[in-house]
């Protein structure tokens, strides 16, 4: 088919109902993008119909996310690219994680009493310094082959002259805009200093409020002329511009005024950086993911490698036994997460041991016939109880490039807080870090030393963009939202692939289930675990709950057979689709 766009569609305007097998996925001969929105996807396209190869289409579809998925897609936030580089057949990773500006400090978001505050959550202060621009450029200065103002000219525009807003922006703007809490309290804010919704920054409410402060609705348009004059700033003048120009000035200027900490010194020193690759294989399939500061990689690599030692396709695909020890693997790989992953520049990570098969047989011996209580695996003191957003996209193109690209500004709306003047949202990736040190909790909260924060570093993330290579040729393409379930959500897709053998719509639709060691909880999601798998479950030890949904993973598939690119949009967030010729 040529020029086809699939989209994924679903019931109750995409918020919470999981509709499998809504699309077909669908085959492309030449190149496909891949994500959570169709103008972004597009644009990807365009890219690659132009000549460009997957990295421009990567970069292309990024910033039109930026545009068209506020929620996720940034310039105000950072995230991590795994690719394939066709010409020189190597796997290039780029690292554009946000680090704390040089004026953070361990504790500065506590207390007297070490008691956390709010601003960690919103607000300028809880914002790293921006990577998304400097890794989106240097991923296209070294690998990308179209001029870089022609990638991001059409996120210029589609902020200009606006887009079609869905039923699923409109209602996650209006949830954003219309607080109940005002509307209970007569239309006073009384959020006070714990400002948590876009409506709480007047800023945000300028660039996202509609123009008559109604509703929105599907089929309206949203018109962004800041962001639209900060995009041609870049496409004109490059990443610098957003780092030294006037884009930083504004930014800088906007940080200060609002209590935040980042400096022009701190958006001219910000690099993003390559790095080595996470390699690993199963069952013969080579495995590459995102190292340190990005624990997907590592966590995943350490997943797989357990569940290599057992016989997971005999035990049955959502069998008690399988789903036992794919928690058990789950538990045991997010310890290693909260105990040894941070900053490479800070912490010595030993990734290689962490990711050996012989390290996994030590690990895997450890599993037994019950659940593992998680304090067990720890050698400090847990202390007992007291208390959405990212994005991923996949592109290939005919030569066989592929990216997958993972960013993020953290939290849905990232920190709510728009930069007056320049029209994008901040991250509030701050709370990425280890925040209160020394308390690790049931609940999950980490105080482990390794990601403490400290001046200029980068926060631990679990973001696992990633490809699967089979012979030295790119078979799937993958990655996926959802804070610390997406090593699991990841761990899923690729078992569903390589181990289950099942078709790609099936492995990406098939439902996930979670365990991040702490809390001690087993997540099924959606409703389809049949009763008897649950109470199995519960005999073996495991505390089991139900989510709605867990992760996107817009995820690209090539058919060993012909070669043809099999573009998966994940349909659990509706408004994905795939583009390709
Ligand atoms: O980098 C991380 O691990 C988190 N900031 C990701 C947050 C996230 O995925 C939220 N989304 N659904």
Known sequence: MRGAVTLSCG?????????????????????????????????????????GNAIDA??????????????????????????????????????FREKAPAASEPRMYLDAKGRLLPHHRAGA?????????????LAHAKYGRLPWKQLVTPAAELARDGFTITETLAHSLNDQLFSKRKLEAGGRDDLGSNPD?????????????????????????LIQPDLAATLDRIAVEGPDEFYKGKTAK?????????????TLDDLAAYQAELRAPIHSTYRGYDIYGMGPVASGGIVLAQMLNILETF??????????????????????????????????????????????????????????????????????????????????????DGSGNAVALTYTLEEGYGSKAVVAGAGFLLNNEMGDFNLIPGRTDV?????????????????????????????????????SPGGRTIPNTVLWVVLNLLEFELSPREAV???????????????????????????????????????????DAHTIVVDPANGRRIGVPDHRRVTSAAAGD
């Open 11 to 51: 019931l109750l305007g995409g918020f919470l109902a999981f509709s499998p097998a809504f699309s077909p996925a669908q085959s492309f001969e030449k190149h496909v993008a891949v994500s959570q929105e169709v103008n972004a996807s597009m644009a990807g396209r365009d890219a690659m119909r132009q000549g």
């Open 58 to 95: 990567a970069v292309a579809t990024a910033f039109a996310l930026a545009v068209t998925h506020p929620a996720a897609g940034n310039i105000g936030g950072g995230g991590f690219i795994v690719a394939y580089i066709t010409e020189s057949r190597e796997i290039v990773t780029v690292d």
């Open 125 to 137: 202060r809880a914002a790293g310094v921006p990577g998304t621009v400097r890794g989106l450029g």
């Open 197 to 221: 919704r876009l409506s709480d920054f007047p800023e945000s409410m300028a660039a996202y409020a509609k123009p008559d402060h109604t509703r929105w609705k599907a089929g309206d348009r």
């Open 250 to 262: 504004i930014l800088a200027d906007y940080s200060k005024q609002h209590g935040g900490l980042i």
């Open 311 to 396: 016989d997971l396709k005999s035990d049955g695909h959502q069998s008690a036994r399988t789903l036992h020890r794919v928690t058990e693997a789950m538990r045991r790989g997010f310890y290693t997460r909260a105990t040894e992953v941070a900053d490479p520049a800070y912490v010595t990570v030993p990734v290689e041991k962490l990711i050996s098969k012989e390290y996994a047989r030590e690990l895997a011996s450890t599993i037994s016939d019950r659940a593992t209580p998680s304090e067990q695996l720890a050698s400090f003191r847990i202390v007992p109880a007291e208390g959405n957003d990212t994005t991923h996209l996949s592109t290939m």
């Open 443 to 479: 609940t999950g909260r980490i105080g482990t030393t390794p990601n403490l924060i400290a001046p200029n570093k980068r926060m631990l993330s679990s973001q696992t963009p990633t490809l699967v290579l089979k012979e030295g040729k790119v078979r799937v393409v993958t990655g």
């Open 509 to 551: 639709d098939g439902a996930r289930t979670h365990h991040a060691w702490f809390p001690d909880v087993l997540t099924l999601e959606g409703s389809s675990w049949p009763e008897q798998v649950r109470q199995e479950l519960s005999a073996l030890g495991h505390r089991v709950r139900s989510v709605a949904i867990q992760g």
